[in-house]
Antibody
């Protein structure tokens, strides 16, 4: 079954850290770049980060640069997002998403997980 | 950074109507433009890539167009399952989403 399953969210105090995970199954993980996208409650979508299939290229939104780190373990079919120095404005549902390889080199996200909720509050 | 300005933020429509959503990029993104649909409480669903190409399995009542840095999503003959929020996204190395358009029942 082709799917992405996020985990690791929770309630955390400002300044603390979390590691979000995305378990991949049903397709060849090593073929694909992978993204994180977040959505604050009642708000729109915000792109967060991307890693290439081999981690040779990683890019981040300005809002998280220096605080968040994307990584992957291709041997375990896992994607991660280390989120440090959390702020209340980081409160959101965090989705992992696959960048489809059928559509040319554009960042077209053709498979999404259901998200894991991070709440930053004292 | 490339900003994506999407309008309207909401639109009221009835089954059978045609709905048009527009998105303007602050810089040239060529045809690196996608559209996504999000139902309440669900993950986004990928609809259109390359500004005009329908993903396999997406109904033909959905269409996309481009004029320079202006992009349009048109939904013809709106169906009950089309009432949702739609997002454009420029699909360059540093992607960014538009603010979303909620298609509501009139």
């Amino acid at each position: 079954q082709v799917q992405l399953v996020e985990s690791g969210g929770g309630v955390v105090q400002p300044g603390r850290s979390l590691r979000l995970s995305c378990a991949v199954s049903g397709f060849t993980f090593t073929r694909y770049a992978m993204h994180w996208v977040r959505q604050a409650p009642g708000k729109g979508l915000e792109w967060v980060a991307v890693t290439s299939f081999d981690e040779s290229n990683k890019y981040y939104a300005d809002s998280v640069k220096g605080r968040f780190t994307v990584s992957r373990d291709n041997s375990k079919n896992m994607l991660y997002l280390q989120v440090n120095s959390l702020r209340p404005e980081d409160t959101a549902l965090y989705y992992c998403a696959r960048q489809g390889d059928y559509y040319g080199s554009g960042s077209y996200l053709d498979l999404w997980g259901q998200g894991t909720l991070v709440t930053v509050s004292s | 950074d490339i900003q994506m300005t999407q309008s309207p933020s909401s639109v009221s429509a009835s089954v059978g109507d045609t709905v048009t959503i527009t998105c303007r990029a602050s810089h040239d993104v060529s045809t690196w433009l996608a559209w996504y649909q999000q139902q309440p409480g669900k993950a986004p669903k990928f609809l259109i890539y390359g500004a005009t190409s329908l993903r396999s399995g997406v109904p033909s009542r959905f269409s996309g167009s481009r004029s320079g840095t202006d992009f349009t999503l048109t939904i013809s003959s709106l169906q009950p399952e089309d009432f949702a929020t739609y997002y454009c996204k420029q699909a360059t190395t540093f992607p960014s989403f538009g603010g979303g358009t909620k298609v509501e029942f009139k």
